[in-house]
Every structure is written in structure tokens, then in C-alpha cells.
């Protein structure tokens, strides 16, 4: 995905920024077996258990001091239940990725930036299947964007976004805060070139 300062300098030069990030379903382990048979092409030396619990340790590293099965199993990886570690693991994927996406989408700080040279606010566009990311690839490509004005309020200012219709993100977005109207229209408008 890239570092997240990545992702804001590319919007603020008012460039299309997609972040894929995958959708692990709930009980599904069909991932969770992708990523362990890849580490197992790149770490043949090592037994599945001890690639579980490396795995687990990037998807939730605090987990070894809060859970004492984790715990036991770091103590000795052959102690391991792997139906049991497999769930965990999937579990605890599906949470990271459902945490990022929803961080990059609704919360993070650099998911809105300014355009420097026009004034407008650009938004990531979060997709979440490799299928919906063809898909706006190609309307991106192709200058075949859908999207939906939503209006909104926070803190007491109405403002108003364009919303991409694939990922349901802001792609735009135009402040209702008399400040920062006021700054739009003063500075960016009046620049010569």
C-alpha cells in the first residue's frame, strides 16, 4: 500500500489515489492459507507453527503479552493447536485490515488533502477486492468516474463532497466554514500565473 505520506502528496498534487486493502470475511481462511503457503515458499526452513506465530506477530503484535496460549505457543511453537492458531490468525487479519481501511476511508488525517495549486480537497479512494479496483482503474483510465453529492454538517458548517460510486469514498470535498471559503476565494483564485 505504500506509506501514507505517499498517499497524501500524490492527492495534494491532485492526482487519483486508490488504496487497495483487502476483505478478509468473517471465518474465512482462504487468505489466511495464501499468505502461509507464500511464507512457506520464502521461509522453507520453517515449520508452519513458527510461521504462524510470525504472522501473528505482524498482524498483532501486543498479542503474545495479552493472550497466555499465544504465550505457551511462542514458548514452544509445538504445543500449537494449528485449527485453533489458524482461526486466531484469520481473526485477527481480518481486524487489521477492516481497522486500516476504515482508518484510510473515514479518519485519517492525510485521506483529505489540498490540491496546493487549485484549492480543492482531493479524498482516497478505498477499495477493498481486486475486482472493485479493476473496475475503477479502468473508469479512471477511461474518464468514467460515477459519483454522488452528499451535503453534510460538522461542526455546525454545511459542506459538501462528491462521492466515487464504486468505493463510496470522498473523492472531492467543499468546506461550509466561512474561514476557509474565505481563504479559497482570496488566495487560489486571484493567483496569476
Not at 9 to 26: H, M, N, Y
Request: charged share 25%; proline share 3%; aromatic share 8%.
Amino acid at each position: 500500500m505504500g506509506k501514507d505520506s505517499e498517499l497524501a502528496s500524490t492527492l495534494a498534487q491532485g492526482k487519483t489515489v486508490i488504496a487497495f486493502v483487502p476483505e478478509v470475511k468473517e471465518g474465512d481462511e482462504k487468505f489466511t492459507k495464501w499468505l502461509l503457503s507464500t511464507a512457506e515458499k520464502l521461509y522453507p526452513k520453517e515449520s508452519i507453527e513458527k510461521l504462524i506465530l510470525q504472522q501473528l506477530h505482524v498482524f498483532a503484535s501486543d498479542l503474545a503479552w495479552k493472550d497466555p496460549l499465544v504465550r505457551e505457543w511462542a514458548r514452544d511453537p509445538q504445543t500449537m493447536d494449528r485449527q485453533q492458531a489458524m482461526k486466531l490468525l484469520s481473526a485477527k487479519i481480518k481486524a487489521h485490515y477492516d481497522k486500516r481501511a476504515s482508518t484510510l476511508k473515514d479518519i485519517h488525517p492525510l485521506g483529505i488533502q489540498v490540491n496546493l495549486n487549485t484549492g480543492v480537497a482531493n479524498g482516497v479512494l478505498v477499495v477493498r477486492s481486486a475486482s472493485e479496483c479493476a473496475r475503477l482503474i479502468r473508469r479512471v483510465l477511461l474518464n468514467e468516474m460515477e459519483f454522488t453529492i452528499a451535503r453534510e454538517n460538522a461542526n455546525g458548517w454545511e459542506y459538501t463532497k462528491l462521492v466515487e460510486a464504486i468505493s463510496g469514498c470522498t473523492y472531492r470535498v467543499v468546506s461550509g466554514d466561512p474561514v476557509l471559503t474565505n481563504a479559497f476565494w482570496n488566495f487560489y483564485l486571484l493567483r496569476t500565473e
